[in-house]
């Protein structure tokens, strides 16, 4: 028999089997790239390529999730491979023992299995990269996330670069358990005692209090601790990167979903003229939306706001109000100074131009409560600007130790701000300073908050009463509306992050669901006699479900821990934690506990329903 | 209530088995009756369809037709929960393999029947202790079974057997894989059991078994040949 139809004719017989390891290899692929297009799309590109959506700061806590992820599905992958390729040669090691025994030499053995394991990496590498682009279509279609400006152009190299590097790694790593077991000797591999990668001879007694069904439980977990070990490894790492992508998904979206309000603001009314409101509402969405816009002239003064209604709005109960200019303005890096240990002070800066949005504010009055690295405006200095994270990319090296100047102004930069608007190519200047340098001295957008205790309603039909009578042009807008489309999009894109879990859980699952059957063949003898002398079939189940209780809690224990750390302490700052956000990260990973504990009990309740004599039979 | 009714009456039993093949039939048209306290020997060649008989009579397999009743209960019709609850309160098992629980202590497989039956843990504690007495393994409480002889495991086998104190005990081939020194030391406990009121079936080859028995079911080819008393 060639060693090729050897390895078919083995595969095809355990079909259950072979289609578990292809599956499971196939999701890890399937993960992998997928994590790929997407960074290829959202996550790497956004560093890169300017003026697209998401700010840099924003897109840098998404790449920062996609390149852990990433390196986390690596990981786990290789660790799964490992334990499948295991629990596939343990399940052969009586065939190998009988062929050894009927003369076949050590190389042949090796040579039959590596065949086995080349077919079924092909396959489950193959499907694992179909799977990942119907993953990557799903995504650009049906999640409505896709950034517009990006090609839907698929990156085939991705593919076949994931293709390759898994093929091979799954070579390079299921080799040597195809070594060993080919090595093993023919009455150890053929004697029933032996199992491989069990110790048979463990005297680990346990707690003496427990039951006896803990106590077999436990028992036989130590016995397999080789194989225990392995899957406990890799649920560890899964359950890590679950709780990344979990925990990690829903503070990263309700932490950027809370700088997007602070920036924005939240429950405000935009009043201006109905060009200027556009105009803004246009602005707020390059966040989300990106594309070319027609030139405005923001100077026009029939947009500006007049001493009269600024006055009507300054005298109403229940309203308080926020004056803008927004203008649009060359803006130059001014350079500044940097103190090295070594080279003493040296320029730093560029003299780089950029146009950009200039927006002047009340600094101790506005309403946006903005994340600032550096220093917010406020300290009533008319020679400071406060840039957008986006512009500092552009054209600054060290935007806090420089400058910029500004329609021959030169102003320092005190902060580098989150902020929607324009998707962060912006400069906030305070408004007396903005006003003398445009020489326009009215603001053109007035943003309106209105007391809470109020009669929202009621107050607004009174502003609009005022500014039909002296300005029909003008009108108010609910800037919510804008806000929730952008933080809908937030979350839409940490939707699709959460996705990525899901592939990685699914090969999980069938890693333990691979180990459980491996449990259950070691242990059938013994449920058959249990079962023999009085044991109820559901105390089986009790046995196999209280050992993969504990497997899943302690690698549940140790993945939820490292997984939070990481979250908080690497990968978003200044995380925004809420009763709501735990309540919500508890109940997931709840839920993907009880998922997959389900999952692995899937295996022994097939094995329990069997007849008592077909359990004591040895497979 | 003693009914007087025997403990264990076969009607017409067939056990037959499907294999790609076709099928293999195990037991053919099988009648017998075995009385209270009495002492069986089934016997025969191997692969005669002794350990299935006994399987049937157990409730660990179902006849393919016929009836088997033990203790006035129908076993071929009941379910897997009753079965199991009815083998642990009414049967003791010694399999020819011994079959210990590798995962236990000596102790614990001796105790674990009683579990079952929810038996306060002091009387499980000191049944424990009397049965290991009676088998000469009081010594060896906390040795699992890989630490111990083929002998000792047999024993304890019995031991464990015996736990729940079950008016029937089936044991198949007690002797098979014993030596002569270690299987006169099992002869001696069927020995002592036989003196006490328990209904006991041994299924078996071994000539000193066969002159302890009170009746003999001797099968050939699936079939029951001939039926001493």
């Known amino acids: ?619 | 209530m003693d009914t007087g009714a025997p403990a264990i009456t076969a009607f017409d039993l067939c056990k037959i088995y499907r294999i790609e093949e076709g099928t293999v039939e195990i037991l053919k048209n099988v009648d017998f009756d075995v009385e209270k306290g009495g002492f069986t020997v089934i016997c025969g060649a191997s692969g005669a369809g002794k350990t299935t008989l006994l399987n049937v009579v157990g409730g660990i397999d179902k006849p393919t037709s016929g009836r088997i009743i033990v203790f006035e209960e129908d076993l071929g019709v009941r379910d897997e929960d009753f079965l199991a609850t009815f083998r642990c309160n009414k049967i003791g098992f010694v399999f020819q393999s011994y079959n210990l629980v590798s995962t236990l202590t000596v102790a614990e497989n001796v105790a674990f029947p009683m579990e079952w039956l929810r038996k306060p843990l002091k009387e499980i504690q000191e049944r424990t202790k009397i049965l290991l007495k009676l088998v000469g393994l009081e010594h060896r409480l906390e040795h699992f079974p890989h630490q111990l002889s083929g002998g000792e495991q047999q024993r304890v086998a019995f031991a464990r057997a015996l736990a729940n104190d079950p008016p029937l005990l089936l044991v198949d081939e007690p002797t098979g894989n014993l030596d002569a020194k270690t299987s006169l030391k099992i002869i001696e406990i069927l020995r002592s059991l036989q003196k006490s009121e328990k209904t006991i079936v041994v299924a078996t080859h071994d000539e000193r078994i066969l002159e302890l028995a009170d009746q003999r079911l001797v099968l050939e080819d699936g079939q029951l040949v001939d039926m001493n008393e």
């Open chain 1, 1 to 619: 028999m060639s060693e090729t139809f050897f390895a078919i004719n083995d595969l095809m017989r355990r079909k259950l089997q072979t289609g578990t390891v292809v599956i499971g290899l196939a999701l890890c692929v399937a993960s992998t790239l997928f994590l790929l297009l997407l960074g290829d799309r959202i996550g790497f590109h956004i560093l890169s390529v300017t003026e697209s959506v998401l700010t840099p700061n924003f897109a840098k806590v998404f790449s920062n999730f996609i390149v852990f992820a990433g390196f986390l599905t690596f990981l786990i992958s290789t660790v799964i491979i490992a334990f499948m390729v295991y629990v596939m040669m343990a399940q052969r090691i009586r065939d190998i023992g009988l062929m050894k025994a009927i003369g076949c030499p050590n190389d042949l053995v090796f040579g039959y299995f590596m065949n086995e394991l080349v077919i079924v990496a092909f396959a489950g590498c193959l499907l694992g990269v179909f799977l990942g682009l119907a993953m990557d279509y799903i995504s650009i279609n049906l999640s409505n996330t896709h950034p517009q400006s990006q090609s839907t152009v698929v990156n085939f190299w991705l593919a076949l670069l994931t293709f390759v590097i898994y093929f091979v790694l799954s070579l390079i790593i299921g080799a040597k358990p195809v070594l060993d077991t080919a090595k093993v000797e023919p009455s150890k591999a053929l004697s029933p005692a032996y199992i491989y990668g069990l110790a048979k001879e463990s005297d680990f007694k346990g707690s003496a209090r427990a039951g006896f069904t803990v106590k077999i439980a436990i028992r036989s977990l130590f016995r397999r601790k080789s194989a225990t070990f392995r899957v406990i490894l890799c649920l560890t790492a899964v359950f890590l990167l679950v709780t990344v992508a979990v925990a990690g998904g829903i503070i990263a979206e309700h932490t950027t979903g809370n700088w997007a309000e602070r920036a924005v603001g939240k429950n405000l009314v935009l009043l201006g003229h109905r060009d200027m409101c556009d105009r803004y509402k246009l602005l707020l969405s390059r966040f989300y939306r990106s594309g070319e816009s027609a030139d405005f002239n923001y100077t026009d003064t029939k947009y500006l706001i007049s001493d009269d209604l600024l006055n009507q709005m300054s005298l109403m109960s229940n309203v308080t109000i926020d004056q803008r200019l927004v203008l649009e303005g060359r803006i130059q890096e001014v350079f500044g100074y940097t103190v090295d240990p070594k080279l003493g002070t040296r320029p730093i800066g560029d003299d780089r131009e950029s146009n950009s949005l200039v927006i002047g504010v009340e600094p101790q009055k506005t309403f946006s409560k903005w994340i600032v690295d550096g220093e917010s405006l406020g300290n009533g200095e008319s020679d400071e600007a406060m840039i957008g994270d986006l512009l500092a990319q552009k054209i600054f090296s060290a935007p806090l130790l420089e400058k910029l100047s500004y329609s021959g102004q030169t102003l320092k930069v005190v902060g580098v701000c989150l902020d929607p608007i324009n998707n962060g190519n912006v400069v906030y200047i305070p408004l007396r300073t903005l006003q003398n340098a445009a020489e326009i001295n009215k603001p053109n957008v007035l943003l309106i908050r209105i007391d809470p205790s109020a009669d929202r309603l009621q107050v607004l039909n009174a502003i609009r009463s005022k500014i039909n009578a002296s300005t029909p042009d003008f009108e108010l807008n609910e800037l919510n509306q804008e806000l929730s489309k952008a933080v809908s999009f937030l979350g839409n894109v940490w939707s699709m992050i959460l996705l990525l879990p899901f592939s990685v859980l699914a090969s999980a699952s069938l890693c333990l669901i691979g180990y459980v059957v491996l449990s259950v063949d070691e242990q059938r003898q013994e449920f058959g006699i249990l079962r023999a002398i009085g044991m109820k079939p559901n105390a089986v189940v009790k046995i196999v479900s209280t050992q993969n209780f504990m497997i899943l809690l302690s690698s549940y224990a140790v993945g939820l821990c490292l997984g939070i750390i990481a979250t908080l302490l690497v990968l978003i700052p200044e995380p925004l934690v809420t009763d709501l956000t735990i309540m919500e990260i508890t109940g997931w990973l709840v839920v993907v506990y009880a998922l997959i504990f389900v999952i692995s009990l899937f295996p022994v309740l097939r094995f329990a329903r069997k007849p008592i004599l077909e359990m004591m039979r040895r497979p």
